[in-house]
């Protein structure tokens, strides 16, 4: 069956970094753009990242450009997120998500979903 395993998260000061990993497998990972969401306490899920198929091409939300990169590895079906210069405000559960960008718009898969890692940046 479908399985993501996101791992990495963790307790790391302002201004420091952390990476993310998504392990996937149960379905043929480089058919599928892979994103990186985020919740926190109270807050909808938002997307973070997306990178497509081919690992050619990345958008980002505009909170984290400069800061975050995203990447994968096809061979290992790992998908991660350096997280540089980390805030307070990117506290939050990380997710990884599988899905499809077509014409500039990411479509997640609803069953494609990892359980979470949680970020939390404090002093």
């Known amino acids: 069956q479908v399985q993501l395993v996101e791992s990495g998260g963790g307790l790391v000061q302002p201004g420091g970094s952390l990476r993310l990993s998504c392990a996937a497998s149960g379905f043929t990972f480089s058919n599928y753009a892979m994103s990186w969401y985020r919740q926190a306490p109270g807050k909808e899920r938002d997307l973070v990242a997306v990178?497509?198929?081919?690992?050619?091409?990345?958008n980002y939300a505009d909170s984290v450009k400069g800061r975050f990169t995203i990447s994968r590895d096809n061979a290992k079906n790992t998908v991660y997120l350096q997280m540089n210069s980390l805030k307070p405000e990117d506290t939050a559960v990380y997710y990884c998500?599988?899905?499809?960008?077509?014409?500039?718009?990411?479509?997640?898969?609803?069953?494609?979903w990892g359980q979470g890692t949680q970020v939390t940046v404090s002093a």
């Open positions: 998500n599988a899905g499809v960008y077509v014409s500039g718009s990411y479509y997640p898969s609803g069953g494609y």
């Open positions: 990178i497509i198929r081919a690992g050619g091409s990345t």
